[in-house]
Nanobody, 124 residues
Framework: QVQPVESGGGLVQAGGSLRLSCTAS????????MAWFRRAPGKERDFVAA????????YYADSVKGRATISRDNVKNTVYLQMNSLKPEDTAVYYC?????????????????WGQGTQVTVSS
């Protein structure tokens, strides 16, 4: 019932930073777990980070721990992904997703609603 829309992707140099945004319209935003996934060329769509309804619980893939921070603003119906110390292997299309009820947070199949994706390219 919610429609996520991503923004903030672009081209950055290795070691740089980027903040992605996802605004979700429709539904009741604070009822949803929100997450970021990414798909690199020739790879599967993999989990990056997730945040529960009130923001009290966050989860990160090992590949981005210490470099990424997920947060949400339930007034603005927006979730953010701040990424620092970017590496060329972070290059991917990044997707925002929403799950209406409790499900396993790192599984693609747990999420019912997906955005179109935003491209992040990290140059060396």
């Amino acid at each position: 019932q919610v429609q996520p829309v991503e923004s903030g992707g672009g081209l950055v140099q290795a070691g740089g930073s980027l903040r992605l945004s996802c605004t979700a319209s429709g539904g009741t935003f604070d009822n949803y777990t929100m997450a970021w996934f990414r798909r690199a060329p020739g790879k599967e769509r993999d989990f990056v980070a997730a945040i529960r309804r009130t923001g009290g619980s966050t989860y990160y893939a090992d590949s981005v721990k210490g470099r990424a921070t997920i947060s949400r603003d339930n007034v603005k119906n927006t979730v953010y992904l701040q990424m620092n110390s970017l590496k060329p292997e972070d290059t991917a299309v990044y997707y925002c997703a929403a799950a209406p009820d409790y499900r396993t947070i790192s599984y693609v199949a747990s999420y019912d609603y997906w955005g179109q994706g935003t491209q992040v390219t990290v140059s060396s």
